[in-house]
C-alpha cells in the first residue's frame, strides 16, 4: 500500500553520458561501455533503495532514448535511415529511425539487461518500454503507411519482449504513451490505441501499468503546457477507455498539474501511478509538500489502489536534484502511511 515507485529515467553519470541532456551520446568508448552501464544501473538501484523508493527501476541507464532503445533494435526499422519529422502532434521536430520493412522481434531487446538488474536488487522491479502508438508516433514509416497496422505489429514484438521480462522476475512493466494525451490523436486512441496496448499486455503475467503524461521537464514541453488553458482535460477522453481496459495501473501527473484531480475517480478499479514529484522543476519538494499531494489524490482513490511517483522520467535533471526528490518522494509516502498506519510495502 502507497508503494513509492519512479516513472522510469533517472539522471545518467557525466562519465557515462552528457549530463542534463536526452538523447545524450555515450562518453565510454565500445568496449567499456556495458561495464559503464552496469555499474550506472548499480548506482541508480542504490540511490532509489536509499531514498525509500520501494518498486525501483533501472533507471534506463542502457538506453539513450525511451523508444528508440527498443524500436532500434526490432527487424524492419533501420536506425541509420534517419529521417526528420514532426512527433506528438508537431511539438517536437526529431530525427528519428526508418520503418523500411515488417517489423519483427527476431531476438530479445531488453532481456539481458533486466536480468542484470533483476540480479541487483531485492526489492520490487519495474521495467519501462515504449507504448505501441508512441514508438508509431518516434519513427518515420515508409513501409506500411497506415499507423494501426504498423502499431499492431509493434504491439506484437513488445508483447514478446514483456512475457520474456515477466519471466525473468519482473515485477511490473510499464508502457509509455505519451502520444495518448496529444489532442490530434485523440480519435486514434479510441479506434486503433488502446487496442494496441491490450495485445501489448495480452498474457502478461506480472503488474502492467501504462504511463501517460505531460512530458519531461523541457522547454517544448513548458511552452506547450502553457497553452492547454486552465485545466488539462485530456483524461477525461482516455481515463474510461483505459478503465475498461485490461491494464492495471495507470500513471499521472498530478503536482504542479492542472489535471482536475476528480478525473481520477474515472480510473475507477485501476491502480493509479499519481504523480507527486515535479520533474520541471530544479526545487527539491519537501516531505510535507509530497505527502500533502498524496492526501489530495487520497480524496479520489483509495490507498490500496495508490502508489505514489513522479510525473515523468528525471533523465535531463541534474543528479543531485533528482536525488533529493527521490528522498522526498520516499519520505512523503512514509509519512502519510504513518499517518493511516500502514505498514511500509514488503
Avoid at 517489423?103 to 541487483?120: C, K, N
Avoid at 486552465?230 to 495501473?249: C, D, K, M, N, V
Avoid at 499519481?274 to 499531494?293: C, H, K, Y
Amino acid at each position: 500500500m502507497l508503494a513509492a515507485t519512479i516513472a522510469g529515467s533517472l539522471p545518467k553519470p557525466a562519465w557515462l553520458a552528457t549530463p542534463e541532456t536526452l538523447w545524450a551520446p555515450w562518453r565510454l568508448p565500445p568496449e567499456t561501455l556495458l561495464e559503464g552501464q552496469r555499474d550506472a544501473v548499480v548506482i541508480a538501484l542504490h540511490d532509489q533503495e536509499q531514498a525509500g523508493i520501494d518498486v525501483v527501476t533501472d533507471g534506463e541507464q542502457t538506453r539513450r532514448h525511451f523508444v528508440h532503445g527498443f524500436a532500434e533494435r526490432l527487424e524492419g526499422i533501420d536506425p541509420a535511415r534517419r529521417t526528420r519529422i514532426g512527433i506528438r502532434g508537431d511539438r517536437y521536430v526529431a530525427e528519428v529511425p526508418t520503418v523500411v520493412g515488417p517489423v519483427r522481434r527476431s531476438m530479445p531487446v531488453h532481456v539481458e539487461e533486466a536480468a542484470f538488474a533483476r540480479a541487483s536488487t531485492t526489492r520490487r522491479l519495474k521495467w519501462t518500454l515504449p507504448g505501441p502508438m508512441t514508438v508509431v508516433d518516434t519513427v518515420a514509416d515508409v513501409h506500411y503507411g497506415d499507423r494501426a497496422r504498423l502499431a499492431l505489429d509493434v504491439a506484437v514484438a513488445l508483447n514478446a519482449e514483456a512475457q520474456e521480462l515477466a519471466m525473468l522476475g519482473i515485477d511490473a512493466i510499464q508502457f509509455d504513451e505519451p502520444a495518448f494525451n496529444v489532442d490530434a490523436y485523440l480519435g486514434d486512441i479510441e479506434h486503433w490505441g488502446i487496442q494496441a496496448l491490450e495485445r501489448a499486455i495480452e498474457g502478461v503475467p506480472c503488474d502492467t501499468a501504462v504511463h501517460i503524461c505531460y512530458g519531461y521537464g523541457i522547454k517544448a514541453n513548458v511552452d506547450w503546457k502553457i497553452t492547454l488553458g486552465g485545466e488539462w482535460r485530456q483524461y477525461e477522453r482516455t481515463f474510461p477507455l483505459l478503465a475498461r481496459s485490461g491494464i492495471g495501473q495507470v500513471s499521472v501527473e498530478c503536482a504542479a498539474s492542472r489535471v482536475p484531480l476528480e478525473l481520477l475517480r474515472l480510473l475507477d478499479g485501476k491502480g493509479v501511478l499519481a504523480g507527486v514529484i515535479d520533474v520541471a522543476s530544479l526545487r527539491v519538494e519537501t516531505p510535507e509538500e509530497v505527502a500533502s499531494t498524496i492526501r489530495r489524490v487520497l480524496e479520489h482513490v483509495p490507498a490500496t489502489r495508490l502508489l505514489p511517483c513522479t510525473n515523468c522520467g528525471m533523465a535531463p535533471l541534474p543528479r543531485e536534484v533528482a536525488r533529493g526528490k527521490l528522498r522526498a518522494l520516499g519520505r512523503g509516502a512514509a509519512l502519510v502511511r504513518a499517518e493511516l498506519g500502514m505498514e511500509a510495502p514488503a
